[in-house]
């Protein structure tokens, strides 16, 4: 499902990242991940899918789509509700 039903189906990456985590968690794990994430940057662009939920991007541009129009159609996580105070948002 995730491979084609998610609404990151579309950002390019190796498939393995789209089913599973365990692919960052070795490289993270080995110290790896910086030099991991450069080579999928090399080739596959300076937008790239590294974990099922996760996105790595290179440049500003790339994520100047995601952080700076607010009706981008990109959802944030629960993870942003920490920054939640009083019912203003911070992030």
Same mark, same amino acid.
């Given at each position: 499902?995730?491979?084609?039903? $998610? @609404?990151?189906?579309?950002? /390019?990456? /190796? *498939?393995? *990242?789209?089913?599973? %985590?365990?692919?960052?968690?070795?490289?993270?794990?080995? %110290?790896?991940?910086? %030099?991991?994430?450069?080579?999928?940057?090399?080739?596959?662009? @300076?937008?790239? %899918?590294?974990? /099922?939920?996760?996105?790595?991007?290179?440049?500003?541009?790339?994520?100047?789509?995601?952080?700076? $129009?607010?009706?981008?159609?990109?959802?944030?996580? $629960?993870?942003?509700?920490?920054?939640?105070?009083?019912?203003?948002?911070?992030?």
């Amino acid at each position: 499902k995730r491979l084609v039903l $998610s @609404p990151l189906s579309k950002v /390019p990456g /190796p *498939a393995i *990242a789209a089913t599973t %985590r365990l692919v960052l968690i070795y490289h993270e794990f080995t %110290r790896n991940r910086r %030099r991991w994430i450069h080579a999928l940057h090399m080739q596959y662009g @300076p937008v790239v %899918r590294i974990a /099922p939920n996760e996105v790595s991007m290179a440049t500003w541009d790339a994520a100047k789509e995601i952080y700076v $129009s607010g009706g981008s159609g990109y959802d944030k996580t $629960s993870l942003y509700k920490l920054f939640d105070s009083y019912e203003t948002e911070y992030v």
